[in-house]
């Protein structure tokens, strides 16, 4: 069975901090995606990246970067000089595997960490 | 485009009622799926479906059915509604291609609050 551990429940940071939201998962599948969604207070989820299991190239979006690392099966998100529009949960999510046949883009959700930047 | 749109956005149902929340997309997408979000909890899959006439069931189906007669609409519905059904569901879409099989990002509606008492 597949899991995502997202440990941190809530982060409270300082306009201009960095802050680091972490992602551990487990799987028994060779290939798979990991994601990460934004929910702003609207509700609505908003994706954010989706990274391949054999790409471990660190990413970087504008202040959002993310640290894949296999050996620890880990998904970590940073994000730069943080701002109040940050302020939202984020999820970690992991799809189902793909390997010799297709994935129906089943996602397992960590429990989420929100996040709340204070002005 | 309007993406993914849900209806109601919030409903309140008594014990034993039934009710179906609606799902439309004009994204053309051919999968869509129905999660269930609980306070403090992260997402669960309820069902997905990979095309018109074609529907499966995801972690936690019991107690929902859906239908997909179309490529636009999924439909989810609840029979005999309890208090654990109390939850926002959020209905989401992807575009696949038969010839890369990889998850793509899913497009996620504005979700519909329901509460059971």
């Known amino acids: 069975a597949q899991k995502v551990t997202q440990a941190q429940t809530e982060i409270s940071v300082v306009e201009k901090e960095d802050v680091t939201l972490d992602c551990v998962y487990e799987t028994r599948d060779t290939t798979y995606y990991l994601f990460w969604y934004k929910q702003p207070p609207s509700g609505e989820l908003v994706f954010l990246i989706r990274?391949?299991?054999?790409?471990?190239q660190n990413e970087i979006s504008g202040r959002y970067s993310w640290n894949f690392q296999k050996s620890t099966s880990s998904f970590n998100f940073t994000i730069t000089a943080s701002q109040v529009v940050d302020s939202a949960v984020y999820f970690c999510?992991?799809?189902?595997?793909?390997?010799?046949?297709?994935?129906?883009?089943?996602?397992?959700f960590g429990q989420g960490t929100i996040l709340t930047v204070h002005p | 485009n309007a993406g993914v749109t849900q209806t109601p956005k919030f409903r309140i149902l008594k014990i034993g009622q039934s009710m179906t929340l609606q799902c439309t997309q004009d994204m053309n997408h051919n999968y869509m799926y129905w999660y269930r979000q609980d306070p403090g909890m992260g997402l669960k899959l309820i069902y997905y479906s990979v095309g018109a006439g074609i529907t499966d069931k995801g972690e936690v189906p019991n107690g929902y059915n859906v239908s997909r007669s179309t490529t636009e609409d999924f439909p989810l519905r609840l029979e005999l509604a309890a208090p654990s059904q109390t939850s926002v569901y959020f209905c989401a879409s992807s575009y696949n291609t038969d010839r890369d099989s990889t998850p793509y990002e899913q497009y996620f509606g504005p979700g519909t609050r329901l509460t059971v008492t």
């Open positions: 990274r391949n299991s054999f790409d471990e």
């Open positions: 999510a992991l799809s189902d595997g793909y390997a010799g046949g297709t994935s129906y883009g089943k996602l397992t």
